[in-house]
């Protein structure tokens, strides 16, 4: 890690990022949390910057897909949220999901209990809410690897478990 990379080049423009997070958000603290995001990016993704290109627009960038892709997250969980809220008849769902749910968490602990080692252990990392890159440095595989176990684990489940499909 370039401490001095991140010193003397990237933290002077501090004030200039927080203009542009202000400009995305519109509240002063979902901007300050929009710059540190960045700041991790930045320093994550440190070795793929080019020494002597637009170091602001590099980091404007980033700044802009972490606001992106944050709001792409907050519109999945309010459809999510609003879909369960949504339902007429939320008292007998609720008893009903109760009495499922314990059925169904037997057979899924038995369905888990399947999946080849290999495949588990990064699905569920990922469960528990790892990232991609954390997961294959403690494996000490790449990240196509994790990303390809955890898609091949996700098949392994909706095979053995899709009389539980909701269509």
């Known amino acids: 890690m370039n401490y001095r990379f991140i010193k003397e080049e990237v933290l002077v423009h501090t004030p200039t990022l927080l ?5 995305f958000t519109q509240d002063h603290n979902d901007a300050e949390d929009l710059i540190q995001n960045t700041l991790i990016k930045v320093l994550k993704y440190q070795k793929k910057y080019v020494t002597g290109t ?3 627009g590099w980091i404007y960038t980033i700044m802009r897909n972490t606001f992106i892709n944050d709001c792409r997250r907050r519109v999945h969980q309010l459809k999510y949220i609003n879909g369960i809220t949504d339902s007429k008849d939320i008292e007998s769902r609720i008893s009903r999901d109760r009495a499922e749910g314990n059925l169904m968490s037997e057979e899924i602990n038995t369905v888990m209990k399947t999946i080849p080692e290999i495949y588990y252990n990064a699905f569920m990392m990922y469960y528990e809410g790892f990232k991609y ?4 440095e403690y494996l000490g595989v790449p990240e196509g690897t994790v990303k390809t176990r955890i898609h091949t684990a996700r098949k392994i489940l ?9 269509d």
């Open 158 to 166: 909706q095979k053995k478990l899709r009389n539980y499909r909701h």
């Open 19 to 23: 203009q542009y997070a202000n400009k």
């Open 133 to 136: 890159y954390e997961i294959a």
């Open 54 to 56: 637009n170091l602001l």
